[in-house]
């Protein structure tokens, strides 16, 4: 069974920080390309950044200089580091497992972590 547990939300004031863990089994973290994602209500599901398994790495935008994402191999664990946090980063934030299974993408998602940035 294909599990995704992330780890390390919670409520933070603006400028400060988090980091965001999730732990993938084995089979599935080593050939697949891990990313996050974030969702507010009412809103669609955006990439955050991805991590492939040869740490090409991608952010978006506005995100970048203040987020990192890291992979740990030997935990199977991917990481984001959030500094500088805005309040307009306030979603509920995902982690994805992205592999092609005979030609096919399939997508692996964790249950949901819940950030919220706020005085």
């Known amino acids: 069974q294909v599990q995704l547990v992330e780890s390390g939300g919670g409520l933070v004031q603006p400028g400060g920080s988090l980091r965001l863990s999730c732990a993938a089994s084995?089979?599935?973290?080593?050939?697949?390309?891990m990313g996050w994602y974030r969702q507010d209500p009412g809103k669609q599901r955006e990439v955050v950044a991805t991590?492939?398994?040869?740490?090409?790495?991608n952010y978006a935008e506005s995100v970048k200089g203040r987020f990192t994402i890291s992979r740990e191999t030997a935990k199977n664990t991917v990481y984001l580091q959030m500094n500088m946090l805005r309040p307009e980063d306030t979603a509920v934030y995902y982690c994805n497992a992205a592999r092609l299974v005979f030609g096919q993408l399939i997508n692996y998602w964790g249950q949901g972590t819940q950030v919220t940035v706020s005085s």
């Open positions: 991590v492939t398994r040869g740490a090409s790495i």
């Open positions: 084995g089979s599935i973290f080593s050939g697949s390309t």
